[in-house]
């Protein structure tokens, strides 16, 4: 392992490539003076990583950035396919349930759906449709993203699309240099859904974060949701992954969110629940507004 050669990769990714140009440019600079300093000098590539990701992290105050060592080498590709950071990607996938950990009944006709990743569509799309199809004749409903790590805006589109009753602009995708990518909830092609008008409850902790967020801030900020919980992580920049060398993957964020009614989004700040409590009661005082709100007809 050449320790400088992964570190100088990272390095020049970060500089052409990071959201935010300036703070690229600091960021870059840091790890350089580091590498020179002898800050990396290990031949641990666990460690190494460890030592890049925490330097990522300092510098820029972005919790996304992150380089992981893995044992098995990189399979790149063919070329136009999007870059995942498995080589098994799907089978990783279809064995956590494309996300989905449980969909779930309570006494009162109360559903809950846990969401612990918002899988890309191409993988989960059957998963999630069956999903929100299993839970559209509840008559309330809390998602569960306590454990989510996180995932694909165009998912939490597709979740978004079941739980609104007309076409309704969600938070955008603005990249470093490029026009911005708008994303929608789209009731239209869902046959049975959940809907926009029944009780709707999102439990969330400050372990949810990237995607799990998206979700929780664009359905509390146009009103369709009460989010339950603790404060999130603060990840609003997608990111892509590269390989600065087949055993290292680096997480990069390349863009930035725009919500449309806020103007802003989440980055370093988290989604701020409208009931405040810890995680582990979370899900609970969720479940009891629910009934509160069924018993008010609120």
């Not at 820029?60 to 870059?83: F, K, Q």
């Not at 967020?213 to 992954?241: H, I, S, W």
Request: proline share 7%.
């Amino acid at each position: 392992m050449d320790y400088r050669e992964v570190v100088q990769t990272v390095a020049g990714l970060v500089s052409a490539r990071y959201v935010f140009p300036d703070v690229a440019q600091r960021v870059a600079a840091h790890l350089r003076r580091r590498l020179d300093s002898g800050a990396y000098a290990t031949n641990d590539p666990t460690e190494l990583a460890t030592r890049l990701t925490n330097d990522l992290r300092q510098a820029s105050g972005d919790r996304h950035l992150r380089v992981r060592h893995e044992p098995e080498p990189h399979v790149p590709e063919a070329p136009g396919v999007t870059v995942r950071e498995q080589n098994d990607r799907a089978e990783h996938c279809r064995a956590m349930g494309f996300g989905i950990a449980s969909v779930q009944r309570i006494d009162g006709n109360l559903a809950v759906l846990d969401i612990r990743e918002l899988v890309e569509p191409d993988l989960s799309r059957p998963a999630y449709e069956a999903a929100l199809m299993s839970v559209a004749d509840a008559s309330a409903l809390v998602i569960d993203l306590r454990q989510c790590v996180g995932g694909d805006p165009a998912t939490v589109a597709l979740v978004c699309s079941a739980l609104v009753d007309r076409r309704t602009p969600l938070s955008s995708i603005v990249p470093r240099s490029a026009p911005a990518e708008e994303f929608w909830a789209d009731p239209a092609p869902h046959a049975l859904s959940f809907g926009g008008r029944k009780p709707l409850l999102l439990a969330v902790a400050g372990f949810s974060f990237s995607g799990a967020e998206m979700l929780a801030y664009d359905l509390q900020a146009m009103g369709r949701a009460v989010v339950v919980g603790e404060t999130t992580g603060g990840g609003a920049n997608p990111c892509n992954v590269h390989w600065p060398s087949p055993h290292f993957s680096l997480l990069l964020p390349e863009a930035s969110t725009r919500n449309p009614i806020t103007g802003n989004n989440w980055e370093g700040c988290g989604v701020v629940p409208d009931v405040a409590c810890d995680a582990g009661n979370a899900l609970r005082v969720a479940l009891g507004l629910a009934r509160q709100r069924l018993a008010t007809g609120a």
